[in-house]
């Protein structure tokens, strides 16, 4: 069995590419099953993470050649896309490892360090658990990824300084507005993202703070924490003109907010600038609006130059986490290796178990035939030994490498009756 990771993120592929392959969380479910009933052969385990930086798939498959060409079609084809084949990477065994480790671990992000991911890695491996997709191979990958994070975050300083894209999206609003004190601000859904940026913008005590989702009781729950109103999607286009601060992020598959309700809110603010953030991917606010002359529309891509500046100094920690992050690379390959003979030990005692079961019901049959003990125990260790010496000593009668590594396996598997344990003894005792 082989691990490949297929995918594509903020590095080779642009946010209106992404949008197209990403995967909303209520979808995962399905994708996974209907991954799995295409190319269930090649791929008895799969898992699929989708964040607004990265869409990716992990396979544990017998085929990894195979395997990346039928997965590539199948995404292509699922999310409708056409050929994406110059933004995908394919990372096999160890790098796929590797990449997996440093995902967990914030390594890969677009905010260095940030620790949203880790969540979102267990989210994805849930949904993989309960579609049926997880098998040991992935799943002892994902549960050392999961190890791998907390040893770097505990070990280094890689988190330390992490500028969150929440925090960059402060930076920026104050660049439009100097007092946020003074404004009013809307967050459009009510999800891990949006709590945090209530909680980076509710640090400015703004005037007012609105939340609006499509599920009322997320949107409360939130309300409650921040001490904002609440109000229905429904109402945003005749209302998104009393908000000078927007931030968006939902898991609609379509945008919410488009062109022509900005350019009402616009019109009816009198020109007065709007300050909007969209963090989703697919994206919740129309492309378009970036170029009405009074919006500054910044999108997850944006906001990711932003907090670029910080990685820099933070040279050590990642040299550090990355020497971590090998070692265990190579203990999870050691790991994969001793996967790769359980089958051959396991059809090897279902066989001991076959010749010894035969051997007994022939000795019982002696037994009940009137036959002394002592003969039919010593018929049945003659009988058990020759079929077990059967195949060495074959291969011993033979020629070329066979012989040659079966000569140097035989002290391996014929100890001399000094050895420890040969007694029948445990030799740890």
């Known amino acids: 069995m082989q691990i490949l990771t297929l995918g594509l993120n903020h590095q080779t592929a642009p946010l209106s590419l992404r949008e197209k392959v990403s995967f909303p969380a209520d979808t995962l479910r399905e994708a996974l099953l209907d991954l799995r009933g295409r190319l269930e052969r090649l791929l008895p385990e799969s898992a699929i993470l989708s964040t607004c930086n990265r869409t990716e798939i992990y396979c544990a498959t017998p085929q990894a050649g195979e395997a990346r060409v039928a997965v590539t079609e199948w995404l292509s084809a699922h999310r409708h896309t056409g050929r994406i084949d110059d933004h995908l990477y394919s990372l096999p065994d160890n790098q796929a490892v590797r990449h997996a480790f440093r995902v967990a671990s914030g390594l890969d992000s677009m905010v260095l360090g940030e620790p949203q991911i880790l969540g979102q890695m267990k989210d994805a491996v849930r949904a993989a658990q309960e579609s049926g997709a997880l098998g040991t191979?992935?799943?002892?990958?994902?549960?050392r990824s999961f190890?791998?994070?907390?040893?770097?975050?505990?070990?280094t300083e890689i988190g330390a300084h992490s500028v969150s894209m929440a925090a960059a999206a402060v930076r920026l609003a104050r660049r439009i507005f100097d007092d946020i004190s003074k404004s009013s601000v809307l967050f459009i859904g009510a999800g891990e993202m949006i709590e945090l940026c209530a909680t980076h913008f509710a640090a400015q005590h703004p005037r007012?703070?609105?939340?609006?989702?499509?599920?009322a009781e997320r949107?409360?729950?939130?309300a409650q924490q921040f001490g904002a109103e609440t109000m229905r999607l429904a109402d945003l286009p005749n209302r998104l003109e009393e908000f000078d601060i927007v931030v968006s992020c939902t898991a609609s598959t379509l945008p919410i907010v488009g062109l022509g309700m900005v350019e009402r809110a616009s019109k009816a603010r009198r020109r007065r600038p709007i300050f909007m953030?969209?963090?989703?991917?697919?994206?919740?606010?129309?492309?378009?609006?970036?170029r009405l002359s009074d919006v500054y529309l910044y999108t997850v891509d944006d906001l990711g130059r932003h907090v670029d500046a910080g990685k820099e100094s933070r040279r050590a920690a990642v040299a550090q986490a990355e020497a971590i992050i090998e070692t265990r690379v190579d203990a999870f390959m050691q790991w994969m290796s001793s996967?790769?003979?359980v089958p051959a030990i396991r059809t090897l005692h279902q066989r001991?178990?076959?010749l010894k079961a035969t051997e007994l019901e022939r000795a019982r049959r002696l037994l009940a035939g009137g036959q002394s003990p002592e003969q039919v125990l010593e018929a049945l260790a003659h009988a058990l030994t020759s079929k077990f010496l059967h195949g060495p000593t074959r291969l011993l009668h033979g020629h070329g490498d066979d012989r040659d590594r079966m000569l140097h396996l035989v002290d391996h598997l014929l100890p001399d009756r000094n050895s420890p344990g040969t007694d029948g003894s445990d030799p740890r005792h």
């Open 137 to 143: 191979h992935l799943h002892q990958l994902f549960q």
């Open 147 to 155: 190890a791998v994070a907390k040893e770097v975050r505990s070990s």
């Open 208 to 215: 007012r703070v609105v939340i609006a989702n499509r599920t």
């Open 219 to 222: 949107a409360d729950r939130l």
């Open 277 to 290: 953030v969209d963090l989703a991917v697919p994206r919740d606010i129309e492309a378009e609006v970036s």
């Open 339 to 341: 996967r790769a003979v």
């Open 352 to 354: 001991g178990e076959a």
